[in-house]
């Protein structure tokens, strides 16, 4: 295909004419079979969230983020205090619906209305939601808001590239690997490599579809687990 040209003949990207800003992410609910995602509300989630963050005994899930573990409620509430003040990164809580207790957190960071482009980042599962379906569908909740709800084009997902666990979630959500930024920052002194993925509007619709079938009640056995993996559903989209 030959690229778009400019009135001097060079080329330049697909012309947007329509195109204008996005409106922010709104600070409501979004609303699951097996969880709820809304914004952190410190006085309400984070006795719950240091209750659950408890059960990571050898503090395993922070080594890859840039705060925690916390020694103390006090603690934890005081970063979540901070963290509330905050529309960028807006934290979200994110709800079991069968225990209606706040049981991990995930970020919508580096938001830019302008050019249609945020990020999803700082997920914080507590072991209650790791690999549990509630864990995915509070991924494509917060993916349905970006691209149905307010027509952004973009979503990334960032991570330190020796977070493997974190490198195989971003490829089982349907996110595409785009390279390496070298040295990119530092992390509790240690130098940081950071791999760099993302999600584009066109690729949404199908991969949606992946996520609705995936989640349907019919592809849960009766104690929950499920029946065909999301990847083979992502397959067949």
């Not at 309400?44 to 890859?64: H, I, K, P, V």
């Not at 916390?70 to 807006?90: H, I, K, Q």
Request: glycine fraction near 6%.
């Amino acid at each position: 295909m030959e690229p778009h040209r400019n009135a001097l003949g060079q080329p330049v990207g697909v012309p947007l004419p329509d195109w204008s800003p996005r409106p922010p992410p709104p600070q409501t609910p979004m609303s699951g079979r097996f969880c709820t995602v809304r914004p952190l509300d410190p006085a309400r989630d984070a006795a719950q969230l240091f209750a659950a963050y408890a059960d990571d005994r050898d503090g395993r899930m922070w080594t890859y983020l840039p705060r925690g573990p916390y020694a103390s409620l006090d603690e934890y509430r005081s970063w979540a205090e901070a963290a509330y003040r905050t529309d960028d990164p807006l934290v979200h809580a994110i709800i079991d619906n069968a225990s209606g207790e706040a049981v991990g957190t995930a970020n919508y960071m580096r938001i830019e209305p302008e050019v249609g482009v945020i990020e999803i980042g700082s997920i914080t599962y507590s072991p209650r939601l790791q690999r549990r379906p509630a864990g995915t569908e509070a991924m494509y909740l917060m993916m349905r808001r970006v691209f149905d709800e307010l027509g952004y084009r973009r979503y990334e997902w960032k991570c330190n590239s020796l977070n493997e666990p974190s490198r195989q979630a971003a490829v089982r959500l349907g996110f595409q690997y785009e390279g390496l930024f070298r040295q990119a920052t530092i992390t509790r002194g240690h130098n940081r490599d950071t791999a760099w993925f993302s999600i584009i509007d066109s690729e949404w619709p199908a991969l949606r579809t992946a996520f609705e079938r995936w989640l349907d009640p019919a592809n849960f056995a009766a104690g929950g687990t499920q029946r065909r993996a999301l990847a083979a559903f992502r397959a067949a989209s």
